[in-house]
């Protein structure tokens, strides 16, 4: 029986639905039996358990090296500090590196991997590499552009790009030059980029199975909003959350419709404010046929989250990159982005520039974005036409062909 392992970083939820995108394809192009083992941390592991409950066998905690959450997104200062010393229940990191390779060895020795398969986590593409293994690494960014602030990242960036280089395949889950949203993140050497795939986003376009609509989906049909989308691990997910209630309290805009997603599994946070000031349930404020300016919800099921994309005029988001390909790529809609890391900056200039939306670090300039797509929504629509057409939406299939081929190679 073949064995595959699959090692999901755990910063971000961004690695994790690549990953499952790709698990999903995989039975349909290897004919090979073989069985799959999972490694990851904290929320990620969490997931995995809950996921595939019937083999847990196959999932394994490994405490891959993370940032330390500060009060607004990942602690500079605190990371820094982790080198050497140990910070918030964390050992210093050279032991966590050194730990967490120790574990991913031990686990290589005692599977026997005939492929492995990462999304953001280096350590595997060494550890293939040495033992002779194939390796594919999945990423949307190799060496980014930073911040003129953030010079001191660079040095972490080439260790970063020099183990990554060590996978057998390299695969982009973007669209091919000249339409790849991650293009400012990669900056490939020639050396490499025999290896590289553009295997396309692993972000596809679900058929829906017909459902009664919800009272939420009732709620806000035929309506005219923006969609916020509050994403990524906790800090991060606070700090767009508190950037997002900046602007809601401006005198120009209180009275823009606004859905916020909270990505957050709690019915709690689900509530409606009416232009009338008060705060209804969902069904509340469908039964009343309430005016609302504001509906807060805590976590939308997929059929849900298509509902908001098809009705929605613009999204707002903090620049994740499988999130930008499906919003402008599969929907069709501009988006107003508010980076946290220097990796959104990145793609969301990218995006700017060709048109597919604006970017904003300040509270004026969100407001004055929201302003420009409300009176002049026609200068984006010819630029996200051409870029749905030549968008790439099939990466998970691409990169199951490649895996199942590099399995063939291997006979």
Request: a positive charge; proline letters at 4%.
């Amino acid at each position: 029986m073949k064995k595959i392992g699959q090692f999901i970083y755990s910063w971000g939820n961004g690695h994790y639905s690549r990953m499952m995108s790709l698990n999903d394809e995989l039975s349909n192009y290897i004919t090979d039996e073989y069985e799959v083992h999972y490694s990851s941390k904290e929320e990620i592991y969490q997931k995995l358990l809950t996921r595939f409950p019937d083999r847990k066998q196959n999932i394994h905690e490994i405490l891959m090296p993370t940032p330390i959450d500060g009060k607004y997104g990942p602690s500079v200062c605190l990371s820094m500090l982790n080198l050497l010393l140990p910070i918030s229940g964390k050992p210093p990191l050279v032991r966590q590196v050194s730990s967490c390779l120790r574990k991913e060895a031990k686990l290589f020795d005692t599977i026997g991997f005939d492929l492995v398969i990462n999304d953001g986590d280096m350590g595997p593409n060494v550890l293939a590499k040495n033992r002779k293994i194939k390796s594919i690494f999945i990423t949307n960014q190799f060496m980014p552009k930073f911040w003129k602030s953030h010079f001191y990242f660079y040095p972490g960036a080439v260790f970063i790009a020099k183990q990554i280089a060590k996978a057998t395949k390299i695969i982009v889950a973007d669209s091919p030059p000249p339409y790849t949203l991650c293009e400012y993140n990669l900056n490939f050497p020639d050396k490499i980029k025999e290896k590289v795939v553009y295997a396309g986003h692993f972000a596809t376009s679900k058929k829906r199975i017909p459902k009664e609509k919800t009272d939420f989906e009732k709620l806000i049909e035929n309506t005219d909003f923006g969609y916020w989308m509050r994403t990524g691990n906790r800090s991060t997910n606070m700090i767009t959350g508190k950037k997002y209630e900046e602007v809601f309290h401006s005198d120009e805009i209180k009275n823009e419709k606004r859905i916020i997603s909270h990505a957050i599994s709690d019915p709690l946070i689900d509530r409606v404010l009416g232009k009338d000031g008060k705060t209804y349930s969902i069904s509340d404020a469908l039964e009343k046929k309430i005016d609302w300016v504001q509906i807060d919800i805590g976590f939308l099921s997929e059929e849900e989250k298509e509902t908001t994309l098809g009705y929605c005029n613009y999204a707002v988001i903090n620049g994740s990159h499988t999130v930008m390909g499906e919003i402008i790529g599969i929907k069709g809609k501009p988006i107003i982005g508010i980076p946290v890391y220097d990796e959104q900056t990145n793609q969301i200039r990218w995006a700017q520039e060709r048109k597919l939306g604006t970017g904003a670090k300040s509270k004026k300039q969100v407001i004055k974005a929201i302003l420009e797509i409300r009176k002049d929504h026609d200068k984006f629509d010819d630029s996200i036409q051409q870029f749905k057409e030549n968008f790439v939406s099939d990466g998970a299939k691409t990169a199951a062909k490649i895996a199942a081929q590099m399995l063939e190679d291997k006979r």
